[in-house]
C-alpha cells in the first residue's frame, strides 16, 4: 500500500508526503515507528517513520505535479492545500541487495517522488533475521540510530520497534540484549538500565 512519495531528505533521512484519504480527521495512513519500503532505481530502500508533522504550504515551493492535480483535489478536499501538507521523516534502516537484507546506508539516495509503501509482516521479519531458518535478529541498524537521533531520543521508537518484533515471533529478551549491546559499544553504559528496564516491557 502506498502512503506517500519522497519530496527531500538526504541518505540517512527521507521528508515524505503523505496522502491522506481523510485530511480533515486525525487520521495518518503510518505511525510513528511504521517500517516503510520505498522504491529505487534498482533497490528498495527500508526505513522507520521517526516523525510525523504538518507544514504549511506557504512556506514551501509547490510542486508542477501538485498544481496539476490542484484543481481536482480542491474539489475533494476544500482548502485542503491552501493549508498544509501531511509529513513523515523516514530514518533510512538500510536496503535489500537482491533477496538479502543490508542494514547500512545505500550509496545514494532514492529519486524525488519515488513511493513509499507500508511494508508487510513477513517483509519486515525476512529484513531482521539473519537468515529464512535461524530465529536469530538482525538490528545491525540500531548502532547508527543511536549515533544519529540520539541515546535518549530513540527509546520511545526502539521500544515501538521492539514491540512489534516480538508480535511477529521474535525473542523480546534477545532484542534487548542485542539493542543493549550498541549502548554499551557506544559508550552509553550509564544508559543501559534504563534502556533495559524501558524495552522489557510490554505493550
Known amino acids: 500500500m502506498q502512503i506517500g512519495e519522497v519530496i527531500g531528505g538526504s541518505l540517512s533521512k527521507l521528508l515524505v508526503d503523505v496522502k ?21 532505481r534498482d533497490r528498495d530502500l527500508i526505513g522507520v517513520v521517526v516523525d510525523m508533522y504538518y507544514e504549511p504550504l506557504e512556506r514551501g515551493k509547490p510542486r508542477p505535479r ?24 523516514v530514518f533510512t534502516l538500510g536496503y535489500w541487495k537482491g533477496r538479502k537484507p543490508c542494514q547500512k546506508l545505500p550509496a ?3 529519486p524525488i517522488h519515488s513511493a513509499v509503501e507500508l511494508i508487510g509482516d513477513e517483509g519486515i521479519k525476512g529484513f531482521h533475521s539473519t537468515d529464512s531458518e535461524s530465529q536469530k535478529v538482525r538490528l545491525d541498524y540500531v548502532n547508527r540510530m543511536i549515533s544519529e537521533l540520539g541515546a535518549g531520543r530513540c ?4 521500544k515501538v520497534i521492539v514491540d512489534k ?7 523480546r529478551n534477545e532484542l534487548v ?7 554499551i559499544a557506544l559508550g552509553q553504559e550509564e544508559m543501559v538500565p534504563l534502556v533495559s ?4 516491557q510490554g505493550e
Open 20 to 40: 491522506r484519504d481523510e485530511p480533515t480527521e486525525d487520521l495518518w495512513p503510518v505511525d510513528f515507528g511504521s517500517f516503510v519500503k520505498i522504491r529505487g
Open 66 to 89: 501538485w498544481l496539476e492535480e490542484k484543481k481536482i483535489l480542491d474539489r475533494i478536499y476544500p482548502d485542503l492545500h491552501e493549508k498544509h501538507m501531511s509529513l513523515a521523516e
Open 108 to 110: 545514494f539516495p532514492p
Open 155 to 158: 527509546l520511545d521508537l526502539l
Open 165 to 171: 518484533l516480538e508480535a511477529l515471533g521474535m525473542d
Open 177 to 183: 540484549s542485542e539493542i543493549t549491546s550498541f549502548y
Open 197 to 200: 528496564s524501558w524495552l522489557s
